[in-house]
C-alpha cells in the first residue's frame, strides 16, 4: 500500500514494509501500527536523515489563490529544468532542493571542493568521486547564478583508498541547497544541509524506483505536488529496482568536507557530528567552507502507540489545533480527525514546537530509544528555527557564520544560544531517551564552537585572553559530573561536554577573562609589523591588527 508523508511543504509518497532483518538500525524499515487499516494509533519516528536524503534534486514553479495572504491556498504547479522555464520565473513562487556535485573548475561555485578521511593516525585519505547516483534524474535544473538560486545536480559517490565499511567502500555525499518555505516570493535558498553517508548499492529491491515529483492542480487537501521518495531500508532513490541503503561509519575515521559557494550561509549551523573543526576562507565572490569532525551516533525513536494508551499530556498537545497534522497516513478514513487516521509523526525542524514534543513522546516509549544510528550530518538554521530577534545582537548578523553546535541528542535547540542574564550563561537544551536499546543510560556529547569576536562581544571582553566553564544541570535541578575541554584556535572558541546523562538536560556555558590582563597584539602597516602590549592595546593610526 501507499504511504502519505507530509514532509515540510511536500507530499511523499512511501511502500509500507516490514522491519529490517539486517539488525543494524541503518537500514530499519518502518511499517504501519500492530492494526492494519484502522484509525486511532499515532506513531513516533525520530531520526535525523530521511529528510535530508529523502528529496533530490527538483525546481517546482508553484501558483496560489490569494498568494501572500493567510488565507493563501495552492492552485497548480509546475516542474521546471530551467529557473528560465516561465513556469517557473512567472509562478507566484519557486520552492526546490538543489544538489551540489564535485567541483570540475577553479571558477565553479556551489559544488564540493574535496572531502578527505582522516585515519586515527592522522593520514589524509583524498576521496575520489566514482560516479553520480543515481547517474541521472528527470528533474535536476539550471538555475540561476544572478537571482542566487544554484544549479541542481545529482547525489554522488565517493571512495577513499583503504578505508571500507561494513557494506562496501562507497560513501553517499548527499549535500544541498534548499528554498521549500511556502507563500513567500523569496528566490534564493533558506538553508544548507549535508551530510556523508556509507552505503552500498542494493538490487531487485521490492517498490524501489527512481526519485519523482509529480505537480499538477490542488487536490481536496491542498496540495498541488508530491514526491516518490525512497521505500524502507533505502536512505536514497536509485534506478528502478535498486537503491542506496545505509551502514554504520567505519570506526576511528573522521571527515573533512569542503564546499565553494558564492551564497550566504546562515549565522549558526548544528548537526550530528563530534570534535568539529571549522574553516571558512572568503575571496572577492565565493567563500570555502570547510567542516572536519568524527562521526557520532544518535538516538533513533520509533513506535505505535493506541491513542487511548498515550499519556494524557501527549493527548492534549495533539488535540489542540492542528498539531496532531503532519506525518506518515498509513490509514485514513476521510473524517479529518485523529481517531480516523493511523498517523507517523516525524520532525526535521529543531525549534521549541519539536523540543516539546519531543519531551511528551519519552514516557510513551519508557525512556528507551529503538537504536542508535551512526551520522555525519549538519545543517544551516532554518525559518522555522532561526529565532534572532529574541538572542543578543552579538549573534544577530545573517551574513556570515558565528557558531556551530553539535551533539548526539536525540533532539535539541539548534538557534543561536540564549543569553542566561541571571546567571550570564550562554543556555543549551537538549533531550534523548535516558536509556538505549539495551537498557543502559544514553550518554551525552555536545560540542560548541563559536566565533571569538561574537563571544567577547556578548560579554564586553577586549582581545585577551578567555576562559569557560561548562555545566549540565540535570532535568531535577543538580549538577552533572561531566568532562569538558575549552580552547581557543583561529579565531574560533571550542568548547565541549561530554559523559552527561539524559532525558534533559541543560547545559550551561560560562566565559570569563581575567581583568587587567596584560596582553600582545599584531599590528601590520604594508611591509611593517609592530607589536603592541598592554591591558587593552590598539593599533596605531594607519596601522591594522594582524
Known amino acids: 500500500m501507499k504511504v502519505k508523508i507530509i514532509l515540510l511543504t511536500a507530499l511523499i509518497s512511501f511502500s509500507s514494509v516490514v522491519h529490517a532483518q539486517s539488525g543494524l538500525i541503518e537500514q530499519l524499515e518502518i511499517s504501519g501500527p500492530p492494526v492494519q487499516n484502522t484509525g486511532g494509533y499515532t506513531g513516533i519516528y525520530y531520526e535525523d536523515t530521511s529528510y535530508l536524503t529523502g528529496a533530490q534534486s527538483g525546481l517546482i514553479g508553484m501558483n496560489w489563490k490569494d498568494f501572500g495572504t493567510r488565507n493563501a491556498k495552492q492552485t497548480e504547479s509546475f516542474v521546471c529544468r530551467a529557473y528560465s522555464d516561465s513556469n517557473c520565473s512567472g509562478a507566484d513562487e519557486i520552492v526546490y532542493h538543489a544538489l551540489l556535485d564535485e567541483c570540475t573548475t577553479t ?59 561494513q557494506g562496501g567502500d562507497k560513501f553517499l555525499l548527499f549535500i544541498k541547497f534548499s528554498k521549500n518555505n511556502y507563500n513567500n516570493s523569496r528566490v534564493t535558498p533558506e538553508k544548507l544541509t549535508g551530510g556523508i553517508f556509507p552505503i552500498s548499492i542494493a538490487t531487485n529491491v521490492n517498490g524501489a524506483g527512481p526519485f519523482r515529483i509529480k505537480p499538477g492542480k490542488a487536490d481536496s487537501l491542498g496540495h498541488s505536488w508530491y514526491m516518490d521518495g525512497p521505500n524502507g531500508k533505502c536512505i536514497s532513490n536509485g534506478g528502478i529496482g535498486d537503491c542506496a541503503i545505509g551502514w554504520p561509519h567505519p570506526e576511528n575515521v573522521r571527515y573533512r568536507l569542503s564546499i565553494r559557494t558564492n551564497i550566504n550561509v546562515s549565522s549558526f549551523m548544528h548537526g550530528r557530528i ?102 555525519w550530518v549538519f545543517r544551516t538554521l532554518s525559518n522555522n528555527e532561526s529565532n ?26 539548534s538557534a543561536p544560544p540564549s543569553f542566561n542574564t541571571k546567571t550570564q550563561t550562554l543556555d543549551y537544551k537538549v533531550a534523548s531517551p535516558h536509556f538505549d536499546e539495551n ?108
Do not use: M
Open 439 to 546: 537498557g543502559n543510560e544514553n550518554i551525552g556529547t555536545y560540542n560548541l564552537v563559536l566565533r571569538s569576536d561574537r563571544a567577547r562581544c556578548l560579554y564586553g571582553f577586549t582581545n585577551a585572553p578567555i576562559s569557560a566553564t561548562v555545566s549540565v544541570l540535570s532535568s531535577s535541578g543538580t549538577n552533572q559530573t561531566i568532562t569538558t575541554t575549552v580552547n581557543e584556535k583561529n579565531g574560533w572558541l571550542y568548547l565541549s561536554a561530554n559523559g552527561f546523562k539524559y532525558s534533559s538536560p541543560v547545559i550551561k556555558v560560562k566565559l570569563s577573562q581575567a581583568k587587567n590582563q596584560r596582553f600582545s597584539i599584531s599590528c601590520v602597516k604594508g611591509k611593517i609589523t609592530k607589536k603592541i602590549t598592554g591591558t587593552n592595546p590598539k593599533c596605531p593610526v594607519g596601522f591594522k591588527i594582524k
Open 107 to 165: 571558477k565553479q561555485t556551489n559544488c564540493i571542493q574535496g572531502v578527505v578521511a582522516i585515519k586515527a593516525d592522522g593520514t589524509e585519505i583524498v576521496g575520489k568521486k566514482d560516479q553520480n547516483y543515481p547517474e541521472k534524474s528527470d528533474f535536476t535544473f539550471i538555475g540561476d547564478s544572478k537571482l542566487g538560486i544554484p544549479d541542481g545536480g545529482l547525489p554522488s559517490l565517493w571512495t577513499f583508498d583503504g578505508i571500507n565499511h
Open 274 to 375: 563530534t570534535d568539529p573543526i571549522i574553516s571558512i576562507k572568503n575571496s572577492d565572490s565565493t567563500r570555502e567552507i570547510s567542516i572536519e569532525a568524527s562521526p557520532v551516533k544518535a538516538p533513533v525513536i520509533y513506535a505505535w502507540k493506541r491513542n487511548s494508551d498515550l499519556p494524557d499530556s501527549l493527548n492534549s498537545y495533539l488535540n489542540t489545533g492542528n498539531n496532531w497534522v503532519g506525518g506518515g497516513y498509513y490509514y485514513s478514513d476521510g473524517s479529518g480527525t485523529r481517531e480516523g487516521v493511523a498517523l507517523l509523526r516525524g520532525f526535521e525542524n529543531y525549534n521549541q514546537q519539536s523540543f516539546d514534543e519531543y519531551l511528551l513522546w519519552l514516557p510513551a516509549i519508557n525512556e528507551r530509544s529503538t537504536g542508535s544510528k551512526s551520522l
Open 388 to 413: 534572532l530577534d529574541n538572542v543578543s545582537q552579538c549573534f544577530s548578523s545573517n551574513k556570515e557564520l558565528l557558531g556551530f553546535v553539535s551533539t548526539n541528542a536525540g533532539v535539541y535547540i
